[in-house]
Nanobody, 119 residues
Framework: VQLQASGGGSVQAGDSLRLSCSASGGTFSSYGMGWFRQAPGKEREFVASISSNGLSTWYADSLKGRRFTVSRDNANNMVYLQMRNLRPEDTAIYYC????????????WGQGTLVTVSS
């Protein structure tokens, strides 16, 4: 499956942004999907994930205040990350990733989209 993330940009602290990830070349509805981010000088970290049917979601502990919401549209092969009340520490390249059924890891990655939050 090929993944294409989009929607990043430069925003002010407190703003909202929605990232999109389009998928092609696979059976999208069978993949678990995740969002990860990598801030400058830091390792890539998990942000959120959603089950193949969209009924279950998971978030990084630091984001359980639900500033971020992950969702998906299986009819259109899309997954989204709605980000609210953005903070400068959210500045990072955001990646979407796909996990095959019964796989423990994410085997497919998009190219990333940059989010810059200024104070």
């Amino acid at each position: 499956v090929q993944l294409q993330a989009s929607g990043g940009g430069s925003v002010q602290a407190g703003d909202s942004l929605r990232l999109s990830c389009s998928a092609s070349g696979g059976t999208f509805s069978s993949y678990g999907m995740g969002w990860f981010r990598q801030a400058p000088g830091k390792e890539r970290e998990f942000v959120a994930s959603i089950s193949s049917n969209g009924l279950s979601t998971w978030y990084a502990d630091s984001l359980k205040g639900r500033r971020f919401t992950v969702s998906r549209d299986n009819a259109n092969n899309m997954v989204y990350l709605q980000m609210r009340n953005l903070r400068p520490e959210d500045t990072a390249i955001y990646y979407c990733a796909a996990r095959r059924p019964f796989s423990s890891g994410y085997g497919y990655w998009g190219q990333g989209t940059l989010v810059t939050v200024s104070s």
